[in-house]
C-alpha cells in the first residue's frame, strides 16, 4: 500500500495532454460507444466526480432512457477540486 495522496492524484485529469487527460478521453468514448449500441444501465464504480459517465450521458440523445449509478467508497473522490 502507497501513501499517495489521492486527491492531487485526480487533479492531473485536469492538465492539457496529461495521461489521465488522455485516458478519460478513451473512456468516455467507450461509454458514448455502449450508450450508442443501445446500453440502458450504468454502473461506475470508483466513480470519483463522475467525469467518465456524466458528461457523456448528459450530451446523449438517449438520455432519458438510461439509469445510471456511481458508486464511491471514499467521500473525498466525489469533491470538485474547488470545494476541497
Known sequence: MTNRDWVAWHDHYDVPGSALERRLAV?????GAA??????RVVSLCAGQ???LLP???AHPR???VRARL???RA???VPPARR
Do not use: C, I, M, Y
Open 27 to 31: 473512456v468516455r468514448r467507450w461509454v
Open 35 to 40: 450508450l450508442d449500441e443501445g446500453a440502458s
Open 50 to 52: 463522475g467525469r467518465d
Open 56 to 58: 457523456v450521458l448528459a
Open 63 to 65: 438520455r432519458a432512457q
Open 71 to 73: 458508486v464511491e467508497r
Open 76 to 78: 473525498w473522490g466525489s
